[in-house]
């Protein structure tokens, strides 16, 4: 049933001055403050509509608007009219009651309405607002105070409802009573100029141009068929800014989307994208709560965090999304749009590895082994570009004093690097340097083993010696190298210090 708004919410000009006039018993009966805001409207002949339309809202399961309008508060609460609620459903195509909200839509729809009405955490006098104040809904759309021969609050509309009787206290907060029902931004979105929501998540995301990239994420990622499907889901969309950040955090080899496009980073790709929606449920911003929800990335979750009168998001990262825009409904669910992309631990786990030093870097930063890198380049065999490339590699790296002793032991004609200067001395480098290097694999030290026997990248073997927590490598010479710092992580391997220099057998 197609249901919508056929004029902007026109000036109501209901007339309650009889109402706000009326007799003293009845003012001595709304002022009763045993009553809570619930039981106010309740013995509030012109109230019976509010009263309604809160039960009906409620018949949903996840709603209990009257369970919370008449707890501790305190609230304050904008109460609109009978009449107010009768200009609401005449404005309506459809809706010839509150009765005719008959579907979970609906209620929604209806329960946004009223939490558009209440102000949690305060109880405010009339005499407590200001002109051109801000008020904070429980829909966390805001409403503003106009004061001009009267109070009038304005709404999403063009329309403002009058305040035409004041100050109603209760037990949990104060009520004003009003002569139009206020309209969110949310609900104009939801149900205006006949507005029904037809597009999909994916289509949303296709028509919004700060969600592009957003847009050519899910396609490349194959996931556009099951944003299409039908749901519901909830969707947390990265804008197109934050997209631009989460390319400048993975480097420069990560320029656009296109650069995503090895297997590995494909799976990446998914992963992240599945890890902003939520499956089964379209939760708007006002069924939000603190706490942890499972996402579509099997195994992952993120958090519900509360920040001052809204929430963030929290994902495996230490910094959190803010979301900066709520409640984009689509036909088979709901977007929020958030200012940062949501990263799972996989993630976490790849950008780390992109922003690793490759072993020649490491090597570089670490001054014991500035010898090493000599070596390297020196040989002038390819080697610094091999160990900077994609690995993996696992290096027994030697101390700058290995370097030294092994001169020492080479005689007079060797005082320094610099020596090895002939195409023959150079070649004997470089083949001591690949002695020192397994190609293939990143070995930690818990994968060593006690006369495990390693094939180096020249094609000679060393042996594995433990004893306790020690571990030495034995090389052709019979020559034995301690391990001095073992599982120095790279980008593309793994380091582990030695005290000395291997040599192959024909050395």
Known sequence: MKKRIHYLFMVVGVSLLAFACSDNSDDDQLMETSQTI?????????LTSLVGALAKADEADDSDLIGTLSGNGPFTVFAPTNEAFTNLLNALDDYGSLEDFDTDEDRMILASILKYHVIAGVGAKSTDLSDGQQLSTVLQENLSV???????????????????????????????????VLVPQVVLDQINDSETVTSTLTDLVVETEALSVLEAAVIKADL???????????????????????????GEDYNSLDDFDTEDEMALLKDILLYHVIVGASVL????????????????????????????????SDVNANITGVDIMASNGVAHTIDKVLLPQ??????????????????????DLSALVAALQQADAGLVELLSGEGPFTVFAPTNQAFENLLHELGDDYNSLEDF?????????????????????????????????VTMAQENETTILINGSDIDVQDGQHNTSRVLVADQEARNGVVHIVDRVLLPPSH
């Not at 619930?38 to 012109?46: C, G, W």
């Not at 068929?225 to 390319?247: K, M, Q, R, W």
């Not at 996989?346 to 001054?367: C, G, P, Q, R």
């Not at 190609?439 to 060593?448: D, F, M």
């Open 38 to 46: 619930v039981e106010v409207a309740q013995d509030t002949d012109v």
């Open 146 to 180: 106009r004061l001009d021969n009267g109070v009038f609050i304005s709404d999403a509309t063009e329309t403002d409802a009058a305040v035409v009787v004041a100050d109603v206290m209760a037990s949990n907060g104060v009520v004003h009573l009003i002569d139009k």
């Open 224 to 250: 556009a068929e099951t944003l299409s499907s039908d749901g519901p889901f909830t969707v947390f969309a990265p804008t197109n800014d934050a997209f631009i950040a989460l390319l400048d955090a993975l």
């Open 285 to 316: 911003s006002t069924d939000l709560a603190e706490g942890d929800v499972d996402t579509a990335l099997a195994n992952n979750s993120i958090a519900v965090i509360a920040s001052g009168e809204t929430f963030v998001i929290g994902d495996a």
């Open 346 to 367: 996989s993630a976490i786990d790849f950008i780390a590895s992109m922003n690793a030093k490759n072993i020649v870097e490491l090597a570089i930063d670490t001054e």
């Open 421 to 453: 200067d002939t195409e023959e001395e150079k070649a004997t480098l470089a083949n001591i340097l690949t002695y020192h290097v397994v190609s293939g694999a990143a070995v930690y030290s818990n994968a060593l083993s006690d006369g495990q026997v």
